[in-house]
């Protein structure tokens, strides 16, 4: 963002440059983060205290948080694991309906159960 203010006062066509090549920069790197924390293929198991995620290249294990949201279509989870958390994007289109219906069913269970115990 700075570099766009910065682009906005500045005449110098290397500083545009420099600007348009940081701005670059900056969305590839924010669209890898997100293309890794939405899988393409991959095996959910639901347990009652535990959310597993198996798929290629990204293996997560740990339980769904009170921070997961439900935006349209997709269930974006955060997973609290043993040493560190993830976000996980699961899209309806991806899944059966009765998959996206347990997954929803045990993220609004997870929310409530810590909102509960609060």
């Given at each position: 963002?700075?570099s766009?203010?910065?682009?906005?006062?500045?005449?110098?066509l290397?500083a545009?440059l420099?600007?348009l090549?940081i701005?670059?920069?900056?969305?590839?790197?924010?669209?890898?983060?997100?293309?890794?924390i939405?899988?393409?293929?991959?095996?959910?198991?639901l347990?009652p205290?535990?959310?597993r995620?198996?798929?290629?290249?990204?293996?997560?294990?740990?339980?769904i948080?009170?921070?997961?949201?439900?935006?349209?279509?997709?269930i974006?989870?955060h997973?609290?694991g043993?040493?560190?958390?993830?976000w996980?994007?699961?899209?309806?289109?991806g899944?059966?309906?009765?998959?996206?219906?347990?997954?929803?069913?045990?993220?609004?269970?997870?929310?409530?159960?810590?909102l509960?115990?609060?």
């Amino acid at each position: 963002m700075l570099s766009f203010i910065l682009c906005l006062f500045l005449d110098s066509l290397l500083a545009m440059l420099f600007c348009l090549i940081i701005n670059a920069l900056a969305g590839l790197i924010m669209w890898r983060k997100v293309l890794a924390i939405h899988p393409h293929e991959g095996i959910i198991i639901l347990e009652p205290k535990l959310f597993r995620f198996e798929g290629e290249s990204l293996k997560i294990q740990g339980e769904i948080s009170n921070k997961s949201r439900f935006y349209g279509n997709n269930i974006w989870l955060h997973i609290k694991g043993f040493s560190n958390n993830h976000w996980l994007i699961i899209s309806a289109n991806g899944v059966s309906e009765q998959s996206y219906a347990r997954l929803k069913r045990a993220t609004v269970g997870a929310i409530n159960c810590v909102l509960e115990s609060k």
